[in-house]
C-alpha cells in the first residue's frame, strides 16, 4: 500500500461477495482504489481525489468509484455485486466511521420519522400493456449502470417517452440542467457521451440530486399505472 490508513482524509466501507473482495483485494498498483481487509472490515479509498472538502462530493466520486469496482469485476467474469455501506473519516488522527446521508435517505424518511415503509406494487391491478411497460423500467432500474449518469438519464428518458406529463411537471431549467450534466463529458465516463464539444455545465447536478429526480419520476409512473385503474 503506498498509504496508510491514517494518511488520507476520506475511505469508504464496501461489502459485497467474498470472491469479489478478495479478486479487488489481490490486484497490485490500481491507480483508481486502494483496498484493505480491516479484520473483515473491506476499506478503500481513492489514492489520488482526497482534496474534496465537501462530503456530498466525495460521495460523488466514490459512487463513480464503485461502479469501476464493479465494471472490473464483471470484464473478469466475477460477480459485480460492491455497495458502499459508510464513509469513514479520518481526522486529527481519529477515525470516524459513519453513514453518508444520501444513503440514509435510501431508508429513513427525512422528517426523522425512522424507516421508511416502503410502498408494494399489487401486480394484479395493472394492465397487461402497462405491465409490459413496467417490465422495461424495472430492467433498465436493473442494470449494472443504472445509478450512473448514463443509466440513470436512460430512465428518465423512458419515462418521458411514455409519460411526457410526468417529465414536463419538473421546471425547465432544471431538465435542462439534468440533461447537460448527463450528457456531458465532463461528468466523467460513466456521462451519456464522450464526444468533447459542448461547454461544461456551469452548475452540474449532483449524481445524487439527478437519481433523487428520477426515482421520484419512476414511482409517479408505478403509481399512475396503479391508480389507472383502481
Known sequence: MSKSASSYKWGFIIKGPR???DY??????VPWWKLMNRGGEWEAWLPD???E???NAQFDLVQQSIVRMNGLLNSRNLPGLIEMTHFVNNEAEQRTVSIPLPLVIR???LGGLGAVKHSFIDFSCIEPADLSNLKNLMDYWGQPNAETYEGLYKIYEWIQSIRHDLVTEIPKKQRERLTHTCNHWSSGPTARHATRGREPPKNPMPLREIKQIVMCLSDSYV?????SVA
Open 24 to 29: 479487488l483485494l489481490q490486484n497490485k498498483n
Open 107 to 109: 431508508v429513513t424518511n
Open 223 to 227: 403509481q399512475s399505472v396503479q391508480s
Open 49 to 51: 481525489v482526497q482534496h
Open 53 to 55: 472538502t465537501c462530503p
Open 19 to 21: 470472491s469479489a473482495l
